[in-house]
């Protein structure tokens, strides 16, 4: 596998991974802020409240008691399975940043070290 193109212009990036790389760390980026708010919010996936609906309470319709509904967005939005998704995806990608970021630092302090030799430093 050919990392850089030795007849291309010196100093100039040709490994396309590199490329592809760099537009994934953006597009994560993008895409972690704007799920930053809304992984704590209700998804548009619930339907809207609605104060008047009603829940049968027992076992049979006939001798049930209606009980109007209660609106209750804290725990709709806590409990929103898409929301839950969103959530585990966000950490999930967190998590992969972290883990590349840590990789990054240290190819470069090993390509730092390893130049600086080349150049003639200790």
Do not use: C
Request: no cysteine; hydrophobic share 45%; proline share 6%.
């Amino acid at each position: 596998m050919t990392i850089t193109d030795t007849t291309a212009t010196p100093g100039k990036l040709t490994n396309p991974t590199l490329h592809q790389s760099a537009n994934l760390v953006m597009n994560l980026h993008y895409l972690l802020g704007s799920s930053s708010d809304a992984q704590w919010m209700r998804s548009k996936t619930i339907s809207p409240d609605q104060p008047d609906a009603e829940v049968i309470v027992g076992a049979q319709e006939a001798s049930s008691i209606r009980v109007p509904r209660i609106a209750d967005p804290t725990f709709e939005a806590a409990t929103d399975p898409a929301r839950l998704e969103l959530r585990k995806a966000v950490k999930a990608a967190e998590a992969a940043m972290a883990r590349q970021h840590a990789a990054m630092q240290e190819a470069a302090s090993i390509l730092t070290d390893a130049l600086a030799k080349w150049n003639g430093g200790l």
